[in-house]
C-alpha cells in the first residue's frame, strides 16, 4: 500500500444555520451553532485515513488553543502530523461558514496556512515520500508554494492530485505536472470558460485539459455525479440520491477517499465509485471532518441499500 501525504490547509470552522441571508446592515438570530476541525487539506486527509490509508500531513497552524484543538484530532484519527509547523506569531487558520437551504457559504481567515514555505513542505516531502506515494494539494496555502510543491511531488515520483480550490487560474506551464485535477463546475469555468452542465460539456471541458497536458480530470456535478477524463476512457458516476443537509466536505471527501482506493491500487473507476459513496453520506450530516464516514461505515450503509 502507497501513503498519501496531503499538503494544505488545517482551519477551525465556526459554522451556524440561518433561515435567509441577511441583507447590507441587517442582524438576524443564528441557530445550530457548532465548532469542527477542517480546512480543505484537513478533510482530504481525514477522509483517506477513515478509508484505511497511511495518511500523513504537511502544514501549518498557530500556536493557539484552535491549533492544539487541531493536531489533537488530526492524531486521533491516526493521522502523522510531524510534518506540522506551528507558528507563534500568525493564528490557526480560521473558516466561517454559514448555512441556508442545505448549501453553505464559507469566508476564510488563511492565517497560519499562508506561512507554509516551500523550503519547509520540500524537505519534509523529501524525508517522507517514496515512489508512486499518493500527493494530495489544494489552493488555501500560497498558490506559488503550491505549484512548486506539486512539480517537486512530480519530480520525486510520486502521484499527483490537485483540487484547484479556491478556485484561481494559474500558469499551464504546471499543468504537466498534475496527474489527477479534481474540479467542480465552478473550477472548471475559470480554467476552461466552460461552466459544465451536461455530459458533452464535461468530456469538452475534460478534453480540453488534456491537450494542455493534465493527464486526468475528474469534473464533479454535485448531485448529477461526475465525469471523468482519462487517456482510455470517459468515466461517468451517477450520484447516488440522499436527503442533503451540509455539502461543507463533500467535494474533500470524495479526494480523500478516492486517494485512498488509489493507494491500494483500485482502479481509477473503483476508487471513483467508492468515493461516490463517500460524499453521499457526507452530505447527509452536518460539519466538515465529524461528517466523513469510515470505510466500514460506508460498507454498512450502502449493504442495507442492497449495494
Given amino acids: 500500500m502507497k501513503k498519501v501525504i496531503v499538503v494544505g490547509s488545517l482551519n477551525m470552522d465556526l459554522t451556524i444555520k440561518v433561515d435567509k441571508m441577511p441583507n447590507n446592515g441587517e442582524t438576524i438570530q443564528g441557530n445550530a451553532f457548532f465548532m469542527n476541525e477542517g480546512g480543505k487539506g484537513g478533510n482530504q486527509a481525514v477522509a483517506a485515513v477513515r478509508s484505511g490509508a497511511q495518511v500523513s500531513f504537511v502544514g501549518s497552524v498557530g500556536k493557539d488553543a484552535f491549533g492544539e484543538k487541531i493536531l489533537s484530532s488530526l492524531r486521533e484519527n491516526n493521522i502523522n502530523t510531524d510534518a506540522v509547523q506551528i507558528q507563534d506569531k500568525d493564528s490557526t487558520g480560521l473558516a ?25 513542505a520540500k524537505d519534509k516531502l523529501d524525508e517522507i515520500a517514496s515512489e508512486e506515494d499518493i500527493f494530495i494539494t489544494q489552493f488555501e496555502n500560497d498558490i506559488e508554494v503550491t505549484l512548486k510543491l506539486i512539480e517537486h511531488a512530480k519530480n520525486i515520483g510520486m502521484t499527483t492530485i490537485l483540487n484547484p480550490a479556491p478556485a484561481k487560474k494559474f500558469s499551464e506551464d504546471f499543468y504537466k505536472y498534475i496527474d489527477i485535477l479534481v474540479i467542480n463546475q465552478s473550477e472548471c469555468e475559470i480554467l476552461t470558460g466552460i461552466y459544465p452542465e451536461s455530459i458533452e460539456e464535461c468530456k469538452k471541458a475534460g478534453r480540453e485539459l488534456r491537450g494542455k497536458g493534465i493527464k486526468n480530470a475528474v469534473i464533479t456535478l454535485g448531485s448529477q455525479g461526475s465525469v471523468t477524463i482519462t487517456p482510455e476512457e470517459i468515466i461517468e458516476a451517477e450520484a447516488y440520491k440522499v436527503s442533503a443537509v451540509d455539502s461543507t466536505a463533500a467535494g474533500d471527501s470524495f479526494i480523500g477517499a478516492m486517494a485512498a482506493k488509489l493507494s491500494f491500487g483500485e482502479t481509477f473507476n473503483e476508487a471513483l465509485k467508492y468515493a461516490t459513496k463517500v460524499s453521499a453520506i457526507t452530505v447527509t450530516r452536518e460539519g466538515a471532518q465529524v461528517s466523513i464516514p469510515t470505510s466500514g461505515q460506508v460498507e454498512e450503509i450502502f449493504k442495507n441499500k442492497g449495494e
Avoid: Q, V
Fill in 96 to 120: 466561517m461558514i454559514i448555512r441556508h437551504n442545505n448549501d453553505n457559504r464559507i469566508i476564510l481567515n488563511p492565517g497560519a496556512n499562508e506561512t507554509l514555505t516551500f523550503s519547509f
